[in-house]
């Protein structure tokens, strides 16, 4: 099952997670310390739906100067990006509204690694490290993401306020760190 939706265009990925989007976790399904315990691949859809620490930075635009090089940034964020919450507004209907969209899936991850933020729990997990403790399956709350200023809430400008042309000059820090 694809799990990751990505747009790319013109060395812009963007990614949205395919998941109930930062939703309460269904827990029946959850087998314990699953992060720790087993691979990307070896998760159920339940567990890799609640991996996703709900912070928002994969909505971000990024840009690489040239094929290959680092990846970079932006405080740009998609057009379906709820900037308050850090949430896909239509999360259901996302690839017909953004049709070039792509998946993620497990299996994917070594070519989409780069476009990912270091803190991504999909990254982590993948690169064999510990969640953060803000992460909501260690924390306990959804709202932890936010209070430790990883999520992208209020930090981000839609792309149809911006000049495409300009994106460069939005590339930020914070978003990959
Ligand atoms: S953990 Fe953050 S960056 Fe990774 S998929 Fe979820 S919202 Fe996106």
Redo the contacts with the bound molecule.
């Keep these: 099952m694809p799990n990751?939706i990505s747009r790319m265009g013109q060395a812009i990925k963007h990614?949205w997670?395919f998941i109930t989007k930062f939703g309460a976790p269904r827990t029946a399904n959850l087998r314990e310390k699953f992060w720790e315990r087993y691979s990307l691949n070896e998760l159920n859809e339940a567990e890799w739906e609640a991996l996703?620490?709900?912070?928002?930075?994969?909505c971000l635009l990024k840009f690489e100067e040239t094929e290959g090089s680092p990846v970079t940034f932006t405080n740009v964020c998609c057009k379906l990006l709820d900037r308050s919450t850090s949430r896909c507004q239509h999360y259901e209907c996302r690839s017909q509204i953004v049709p070039d969209c792509i998946n993620l899936q497990p299996k994917t991850m070594p070519d989409m690694i780069d476009w990912?933020?270091r803190s991504?729990?999909?990254r982590l997990v993948h690169e064999g490290r510990p969640l953060y403790e803000w992460h909501h399956l260690k924390s306990g709350s959804r709202d932890t993401v936010h209070q430790a200023g990883f999520s992208v809430s209020h930090r981000c400008i839609p792309e149809y306020e911006i000049d495409p042309d300009e994106l460069e000059s939005y590339s930020v820090d914070w978003a990959n760190q």
Excluded: H
């Design positions: 990751w990614f997670p996703c620490d709900g912070c928002g930075r994969c990912l933020p991504c729990a999909y």
